[in-house]
């Protein structure tokens, strides 16, 4: 048992971090003090203490409250200490320094507050810069704009603070892995083409707005193959998806929508009888169903519940979580809304242009909600990789994105989290994907 004083303003916050750091990933029962002073201090059985100074929560009013764009970190420098941290850790709330003597380790980074920030995703709700879906923008996040997106650092950090422990003598622990590949489908699109005209409609867009004759035959082909029966519709991926986890014994998880009219939104009522086909596949596959619930969803509580009513009386299976339609949430109100349907996880914190840890982790986390100050039952699960953000984003050629995928889960695995990919159901005959059928087999792996 090991004893931990912290400050006495920001307390539930506080208790938050220390449920994820120490509870959570590490292992570590402990007794909770009021400390006297400004930081946060861990008191070993032998004596020793490993301090954290307060560079953050201690700045400001509880009533006031810290959540204001002005308060986001601008820069990082590194904290770099061989015997105990393998990589220089990233430092944005106070100093990249710390002092070691006999007893006493004091760190002048506020460790805790960093692993705070990035769960909680506080930016995400300040962030004034949005995009036409309202979502703050990908370059204006903090781990983007610094280049820090492929890096765990909640999971850097949380390595670094058992590394402390240890070093300073106590080693009845062990930091808690279970590394897996889940495999994750967004169905937005049941059918490519909804008729003769719409396909039509796409191939004279290849020839004479993109000017794109391969696109145009490439599609052509695949629709005349569709429409002879020599093909399915090219969206209907799904038995292929099923045995691409089967194959190599992953858990899939798909999400589908039930609901949206904007002009983002892309649920027909009249797919519902393909849906709950493919749900009947799914679920005798012994995978999961996931919503995903429509752009007005993510803010419209009475909508959310709505979705999810019909979509379950239409599958009639449970519905273990969701994911929202491109990713759209606003923090902290999603979380709350999917916490108060009972749904288990989200896993909408992902990048739609980049790849990586949005919220510096790939390990799942119980979320927190920064405006009643509570842990909610609802646990994040993060995406690291959607499909559109290799190929059609970032435009990698197919080596290229390979490469990307092995060095994400060479990382993810020494973290022991969970390289949870996006593929969608609508890219595997994709003429963009036409030359990437090898990465799609290496996000299986
Ligand atoms: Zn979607």
Known sequence: MITIKIPSNYRA?????????????????????PGSENHTIIVLPNGNTIIFE???????NENKSYLSEEN?????????????????????????????QENQILLKADLPAQIFFLLSRWEEKVIQERDELGRPKEKSLFVVKLHLNERPLVDEYITAIASLIQKS??????????????????????????????????????????????????NFTLWSASKLKLLDEPNNTIDELIQKSLINNRKAVFFFMSGGETQWDNYLPEDAEIIKRWADKIVASKFSLGIHPSIEAAKNADLLKEELTNYKQLVQYQICCSRQHYLKMLIPETWNMLDDNNLGWDSSCGFSHHVGFRCGTSYPFRVFD?????????????????????VEHMKLT??????????????IKTYGGEFVFLLHNSSLRAFEYRNHKNFFEELYK
């Open 398 to 411: 197919e080596k290229d994105a390979i490469d990307r995928v092995r060095v994400l889960k060479r990382t």
């Open 13 to 33: 916050e506080r208790a938050y971090l220390l449920h994820i750091i120490f509870e959570d990933r590490l292992g570590i029962s402990y007794e909770v003090e």
């Open 54 to 60: 307060d560079h953050f929560f201690s700045l400001y």
């Open 72 to 100: 986001l970190p601008a820069q990082v420098d590194f904290l770099v200490n061989r015997d105990y941290f393998q990589d220089g850790l990233a430092v944005f709330f106070g100093l990249a320094e710390m002092e070691i």
């Open 370 to 390: 920064i405006d009643s100050r509570k842990i909610l039952k609802l646990r994040e699960k993060p995406l690291i990789l959607m499909d559109t953000a290799i």
């Open 169 to 218: 003598g106590y080693e009845k622990f062990n930091v808690k892995k279970h590394y897996q590949v889940i495999p994750s489908h967004d169905v937005d699109f049941v059918k490519k083409w909804r008729n003769t005209f719409h396909a039509w409609k796409e191939i004279g867009g290849d020839t004479f707005k993109r000017r794109n004759i391969t696109r145009a035959l490439y």
